[in-house]
T-cell receptor, first 111, second 116 residues
Framework: LAKTTQPISMDSYEGQEVNITCSHN???????ITWYQQFPSQGPRFIIQ???TKVTNEVASLFIPADRKSSTLSLPRVSLSDTAVYYC????????????FGAGTTVTVRA | NAGVTQTPKFQVLKTGQSMTLQCAQD?????MSWYRQDPGMGLRLIHY???????DQGEVPNGYNVSRSTTEDFPLRLLSAAPSQTSVYFC???????????????FGPGTRLTVT
């Protein structure tokens, strides 16, 4: 598994855009990048997954530069309900099922 | 669809007792897994299964057994509970028919286990 590094915590205010960068210098050619969100007392929830360039869905955008050694999860116009822990995972499902969640990034949104 | 269900939601055990945490999914997912999450920590993989009859160890398998007799069910057995196994246990499932598929996992609500 490629090791990932992300900030431990980030603070923001309602209405702002939050960008969380994950470093994964040892990413392999067939690895995908996946982000999860976890609220207190709940299981993680899949947010977005990408391989290269940019992926966007109704929740977030994922930006992946050409060298794929990092990725940035962008949460547009956050609200108080976006306060959660966000995890970045890197790996390839086809031959690597040992998924590993690091400590994640705790995002706190204030009014 | 009920998604991924886990029972019980809460459990208190005494040291040395055994028990089974239940996990079921109704999405016909091939891949299922068990994680534990200690306070303030990320999730650590205990065991996983890529299909009925196939299981393998994750990062922290000691003290736990699993079996996968059906696609739907993936129970986790604690053989002899220890205080170090106090944690929140999450079960997850996903389809895994394409690259990247196993990473879109659906998690259950968790079982909060305390061992005294």
């Amino acid at each position: 598994l490629a090791k990932t590094t992300q900030p431990i915590s980030m603070d923001s205010y309602e209405g702002q855009e939050v960008n969380i960068t994950c470093s994964h210098n040892n990413i392999a050619t067939n690895d995908y990048i996946t982000w999860y969100q976890q609220f207190p007392s709940q299981g993680p929830r899949f947010i977005i997954q990408g391989y290269k360039t940019k992926v966007t869905n109704e929740v977030a955008s994922l930006f992946i530069p050409a060298d794929r050694k990092s990725s940035t999860l962008s949460l547009p116009r956050v609200s108080l309900s976006d306060t959660a822990v966000y995890y970045c995972l890197v790996g390839a499902s086809s031959n690597d099922y040992k998924l590993s969640f690091g400590a994640g990034t705790t995002v706190t949104v204030r009014a | 669809n009920a998604g991924v269900t886990q029972t019980p939601k809460f459990q208190v055990l005494k040291t040395g007792q055994s028990m089974t945490l239940q996990c079921a999914q109704d999405m016909n997912h091939e891949y299922m897994s068990w994680y534990r999450q200690d306070p303030g920590m990320g999730l650590r993989l205990i065991h996983y299964s890529v299909g009925a009859g196939i299981t393998d160890q994750g990062e922290v398998p000691n003290g736990y057994n699993v079996s996968r007799s059906t696609t739907e069910d993936f129970p986790l057995r604690l053989l002899s509970a220890a205080p170090s196994q106090t944690s929140v246990y999450f079960c997850a499932s996903s389809y895994s028919t394409s690259a990247g598929g196993a990473y879109e996992q659906y998690f259950g609500p968790g079982t909060r286990l305390t061992v005294t």
